[in-house]
């Protein structure tokens, strides 16, 4: 079934505007009668079209429910930004894997270096990548992608989650079995670039609250090990 997010919805008028009203007329070619999914704030609204006109698609309530894809967690991926289609990767899928917000980091070795200008041109297509994966994941929220932040930043922001992760196949490290996640709702995953992190950003991780895990005897791809992570995560939190 087709789905739509809306930011608010009154349940006693359930209408669609603007370019998904155009999609679903237009390109969906959808008519009078069939259902659609709406969803707001990690509800999904189980709708029927009463009526199409070029500008607006005018719905009726069927139920409503919580969405059942949303994780218990909040995850946040702190990603070392790498060259720009591999971060177009790792949205996508981290975003199918119920990631909760996307952080681009500008760490010491990251290859890929655009100035906050830059990105920020960049940003409307990273965020409409999050969108489409949520569509066909069947999320109930369309996960955030931040402005580009500095390294310095992110660990401020880590220090607001209930429990951070930094992944780091250097000087040790737990596995992620060893990891307490219990009564924990808010998570920070950290991931370096191609380049990974040098040891003093790993050990200021560490002293802001992280726990440095690794992922094997193998060392992977810097957008391999988010989708990695996302998915033990997931599977450990009972999230799978």
């Known amino acids: 079934m087709p789905r739509f997010f809306v930011n608010e919805i009154n349940e006693n008028n359930i209408i669609l ?21 709406v969803c707001c704030n990690g509800t999904d609204y189980n709708c029927v079209i009463n009526n199409i006109t070029p500008d607006i698609v005018y719905l009726g309530l069927i139920s409503k429910n919580i969405c059942a894809s949303e994780p218990t967690v909040n995850v946040t991926l702190f990603q070392a930004v790498p060259k720009m289609d591999k971060l177009e990767y790792i949205i996508q899928k981290s975003v199918e ?13 990251c290859v ?52 951070n992760i930094i992944l780091y196949e250097e000087q040790g490290g737990v596995s992620f079995r060893d ?23 790993a050990e200021s991780a560490v002293d802001a609250g992280a726990v440095r895990v690794w992922l094997g005897k193998r060392i992977l791809r810097c957008e391999t090990a988010p989708i990695t992570a996302m998915s033990i995560l997931m599977f450990l939190t009972n999230n799978m």
């Open 112 to 163: 890929s270096r655009p100035d906050e200008k830059d990105f920020l041109k960049k940003l409307p297509r990273l965020q409409k990548i999050a969108e489409q994966a949520s569509k066909q994941s069947g999320r109930g929220v369309i996960p955030e992608v931040t402005s580009i932040v500095s390294y310095k930043t992110a660990l401020d922001m880590m220090k607001e989650l209930d429990r």
């Open 179 to 201: 990891v307490d996640f219990n009564g924990v709702k808010t998570i920070g995953l950290v991931v370096g670039s191609e380049g990974g992190f040098d040891f003093s950003e």
């Open 97 to 109: 894997l119920g990631v909760s917000r996307i952080v681009p980091v500008l760490t010491r070795r």
């Open 17 to 37: 505007t603007g370019s998904d009203a155009n999609h679903i007329g237009r390109s969906l070619r959808m008519k009078k009668g069939e259902e659609i999914t």
